[in-house]
């Protein structure tokens, strides 16, 4: 993706089924489980650069020493630094013959060496970037089942009204921080079911305790968490918004983000690795027993259709075939609007994750070429380290276009189309700012913008970092076709509709966006925001392809979950979301106007 956009965190959950000396005797470490750990959060790096944070907890440690230890990291490049200085610590006690008498070693008496590991990968969304917003997230009490820690890849639409709830039961929440109002109301429930046993309750239900809370969170959720008793659970939202994945056997349970992760940790097929169905909770009691059970009421199923087009990794067997399909579903679109000239057109791709659509491109173009040569080249080149180096504003904003380079000596001035592949488009700033004033030095005399996704018409609110409706082209160029067409006023109004439907209950609010993207066909749509990704000085001509949303469906027929093209939430307080984000959006354009 050309835009750099935050979006989706990482989770990992391991359980050691096997008292540590076991994986001595078989692996020659104790350190098994912290190795595996570390491998989980080191192939879902992708999916967090703003934090990390590790918590290893001991099954049998004896009263007077921690159960368990936590480290997280919020420095740049923040799962190195993690591990380096957990690796230094545990290099220390070993050197200096830490680990307990006689060879055996017992629960954390060397440094994160635990049975129970949670892990976690943080990408920024709309929280702040300090060391108290890394997960895991802790609520500690002397009483070991009472302590909680909490990490997880969600945002929730509600966390206000969780708030306001907490409050009237008379709880002080430190803070506002999704997280921590997440944990606080998970340890409310937890209090409520202690107390109806008197505080004492040797077996605690942990399905019904995650019923009562999760049934209260509108949102998307992959959540993992462990008790201070050796209890832990893996639970994901009845949509099936956020992604989960589980591996259990004799020796180990793990819950993961991403199923090519636990494959590659554990030399897995695809097959082994089983989805974490959406409304279930997976627990691991602190004796090893392992369950499934759905917790929460049924809904229908909407995986976010993202994470196959750009947010998880491309080694998945399943998003690998299915972004090749998204490929091949441009070349129709493409054909049309390089005229069928496939002689005097190059193809390409943005680096780095639209390489397996641009792979599909090319499987569709040779089915099409007979004799004709497809000429394809990787004519955009990304400098991946050049922002770093870049620290002052204005030399920035100077700079900017330079992230990226071009391949020399491929394109014949004057004479070839140039095709670029692209994951989407979101704010098109990137596109606008930098790629096509660089790709406009190869003197191509047309250049095809292609997107694998169609525009992104509205924002998300279950974890993608584009909530405003002032950042997405596709908003800025319906706008600018309304009051083109003297209709500039039916967004005010629109305006004031989503103002008064936030008075409502969630679930009696509509979507007051959709009725105005329905005011303009998807072809006037694109060809506007081509006209505005075009800078003024360009001397190639642009258009841009998007994907339809029924070829996305067909590519993914198992991720529906499509708001940020449709506009059709899975939840109610989505159409909250985009509602206060109209408002929001009217009352800057009013603050503008005056």
């Known amino acids: 993706m050309s835009d750099e956009i935050k979006h989706e965190c990482g989770v990992a959950l391991l359980r050691l089924r096997k008292d540590l000396n076991y994986y001595r005797r078989k692996y020659g470490t104790v350190y098994y489980g912290y190795h595996k750990l570390s491998l989980l959060l080191e192939k879902q790096h992708n999916r967090g650069q703003d934090g990390a944070g590790i918590a290893a907890l001991g099954l049998d440690v004896e009263p007077g020493r921690p159960y368990y230890q936590l480290e997280k990291s919020n420095r740049d490049l923040p799962l190195a630094d993690l591990l380096e200085r957990i690796g230094g610590e545990i290099e220390e006690a070993l050197q200096a013959g830490e680990g307990g008498s006689g060879g055996r070693v017992s629960s954390l008496s060397l440094p994160f060496c635990g049975e129970l590991y949670l892990g976690h990968l943080r990408y920024g969304t709309f929280g702040n970037r300090t060391l108290s917003a890394c997960h895991p997230v802790t609520r500690v009490s002397s009483c070991r089942n009472h302590t909680m820690l909490l990490a997880g890849n969600f945002n929730l639409t509600n966390t206000e009204a969780v708030f306001r709830e907490l409050v009237k039961s008379g709880h002080h929440p430190a803070g506002r921080q999704d997280s921590e109002i997440l944990l606080l109301h998970l340890g409310h429930h937890l209090e ?39 209890d832990a659970f893996a639970l994901r939202d009845a949509n099936g ?22 494959q590659t940790a554990f030399n897995l097929s695809s097959s082994e690795v089983m989805e974490l169905p959406p409304g279930h909770a997976l627990s691991i009691s602190a004796d090893g027993g392992i369950t499934l059970r759905e917790c929460l009421e049924r809904a229908e199923h909407r995986r976010c259709v993202f994470e196959r087009i750009y947010f998880s990794r491309g080694n998945d067997a399943d998003i690998h075939r299915e972004r090749l399909a998204l490929g091949r579903a441009l070349v129709p679109p493409v054909m049309k609007a390089i005229g069928g000239d496939l002689e005097n057109t190059v193809f390409s791709y943005i680096p780095n994750t639209a390489q397996i659509s641009f792979h599909g491109l090319l499987d569709g173009l040779d089915e099409l070429r007979g004799s004709r040569r497809v000429r394809f080249s990787q004519i955009a080149v990304k400098d991946a380290k050049f922002r770093t180096f870049i620290t002052d504003a204005a030399h920035r904003r100077d700079l900017f276009p330079h992230v990226y380079d071009v391949t020399y000596g491929v394109i014949r001035p004057g004479a070839d ?6 994951d989407s488009i979101v704010r098109g700033n990137t596109m606008r700012n930098a790629i096509l004033p660089i790709l ?10 292609a997107s694998a996704a169609p525009p992104i018409c509205y924002p998300d609110c279950y974890g993608i970092d584009m909530s405003s409706f002032g950042e997405l082209v596709a908003f800025e160029a319906l706008v600018s076709l309304l009051e083109k067409r003297g209709e500039g006023d039916l967004v005010a109004r629109a305006a004031e509709l989503a103002a008064a439907d936030l008075e409502k209950e969630d679930a009696k609010m509509e979507n007051r966006v959709r009725a105005l993207y329905e005011r303009v066909s998807f072809e006037e749509l694109c060809a506007e925001i081509g006209r505005l990704l075009t800078p003024p000085d360009l001397s190639a001509s642009v258009e841009v392809v998007f994907q339809r949303l029924e ?11 499509d708001w940020y093209f449709s506009g059709d939430y899975p939840t109610p307080g989505g159409n909250r979301v985009v509602n206060r984000a109209l408002v929001n959006y009217a009352a800057k354009v009013n603050a503008r106007s005056y």
Request: glycine share 10%.
């Open 192 to 230: 409520k079911m202690l107390e109806a046993h008197n505080g004492h309750e040797p077996m605690l239900d942990l399905f019904e305790l995650l019923r009562r809370a999760a049934q209260e969170w509108d949102g998307g959720f992959t959540l993992c968490g462990m008790f201070g008793n050796g």
């Open 241 to 262: 918004i956020r992604p989960g994945y589980y591996y259990f056997d004799d020796e180990i349970a793990v819950v993961a983000s991403e199923r090519p992760a636990i």
């Open 417 to 422: 189309t140039l095709v670029v592949l692209d």
């Open 440 to 449: 406009d030095r190869l003197g191509p005399k047309k250049i095809v913008v």
């Open 551 to 561: 070829d996305v469906h067909a590519a993914c027929p198992m991720h529906r979950g």
